[in-house]
């Protein structure tokens, strides 16, 4: 397993509409436990692969406090949302240090592919209806301040701009 470098935002891969997965090959497993891996180690609680720069349909998903709840979705679709949404913070490996209020439906009904080529249904509600929206949204191209309106996204920008130049400073201090 490997820890991968983590694609940041305005990078164009995470603007692009990812690629279905066709067929589970030893490549797409070797690279589902180097996303594990990668989102354990940064730490978050939801990786797509857009994110470690291959637009393909796949993310990986653990919001257990243990750690111990894997989750590998392979090309994902929602095909049930709840009319009731519920607003609250989120951020990004691709985005760090920005924090932002986004609503979601609460609840949710994804289909996907398992590792084993298996089709799987799986109804969330809570923080992993959040996760898993936030995540199938990397695969078309969407980051969570997409969401927001002009003005605070020109705001979070701003900020990651900020912070990035500050990260600069230090470094070549
Ligand atoms: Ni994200």
Redesign the pocket.
Known sequence: MAILPIVQFPNPILAMKCQTVTEITDNIRQLAADMAETMYKAPGV???AP?VGDPIRMVVIDVSEEKNHLLTLINPVITERSSEEETGEEG????PGVWEKVTRNTAITVEYMDLDGLQQSLQADGLLAICIQ??LD?LDGT??IDHLSRLKYDRACAKLKKRRQQEKREKTH
Do not use: K, P, R, T
């Not at 990004?92 to 985005?95: K, T």
């Open positions: 939801g990786l797509a994110q990004c490996l691709s985005l936030h995540e990397h980051v969570f």
